[in-house]
């Protein structure tokens, strides 16, 4: 996974309330199990009209959010199933925070082990960062997981809180078979040594 220590980018306004798993990536995308291939899905319903074409009004559709890897959004973010395709397709867009005054919880948790942050901030914090996020991709965001800030284009800066193992988790690099991996060598030994208890095993 991805280490995730600070960012400077481009930030997607998408102030919409309630933004559900199958608004961020639609059921008939499902059926794969690849976290790569889905970015070009996301929020399918709403970028693309009924023959394929874009949607030119949709903020990800407009040449200055092309590149966002910032997306702030409104209140009770990721609500809906638990489908992980949907932390899934929004890093795959090349997206690596998310900023919205809540998150449902399950999705909250999937980001982390997908290398996204989401941060969590109050409803009038979030108003100035998505006003400063309107003025397109002059306007860039800055975001410090080890400080925890958020710095706004004009200097404004936003404290946020996040779960000190979370931030070790992305920080570092690890998903759950990352975190595994360094009890490695513990795991060998607890093996070797089990295999000699129990040969017959």
């Not at 997206?95 to 996204?116: E, L, M, W």
């Not at 800066?157 to 595994?180: E, M, P, Q, W």
Request: proline share 5%; glycine share 6%.
């Amino acid at each position: 996974m991805q280490k995730f220590t600070k960012l400077s980018g481009i930030a997607a306004p998408l102030p919409l309330v309630n933004i559900d798993t199958d608004m961020i990536i639609p059921k008939q995308f499902l059926k794969t199990i690849k976290r790569s291939g889905l970015g070009v899905n996301l929020f399918d319903e709403m970028r693309y009209d009924d023959d394929g074409n874009e949607i030119p009004d949709f903020v990800l559709n407009k040449p200055q959010y092309r590149d966002a890897q910032i997306l702030v959004a409104g209140d009770n973010f990721g609500c809906g199933s638990s489908r992980e395709h949907a932390p899934w397709a929004i890093a795959d867009f090349g997206i690596t925070c998310v900023i919205a005054p809540s998150f449902a919880d399950i999705f909250y948790n999937n980001c982390f082990k997908n290398g996204i942050l989401p941060i969590a901030l109050p409803q009038d914090q979030v108003d100035i960062l998505i006003k400063d996020a309107e003025k397109g991709s002059n306007a860039r965001i800055e975001v410090d997981l080890e400080a925890q800030t958020v710095t706004s284009s004009d200097g404004e800066v936003f404290n946020f809180a996040v779960d000190a193992f979370k931030k070790h988790c992305l920080i570092n690099g690890l998903d759950d078979i990352g975190l595994t991996m360094e009890k490695a060598a513990a795991i060998d030994h607890f093996e070797a040594q089990a295999a000699a208890a129990r040969p017959w095993v």
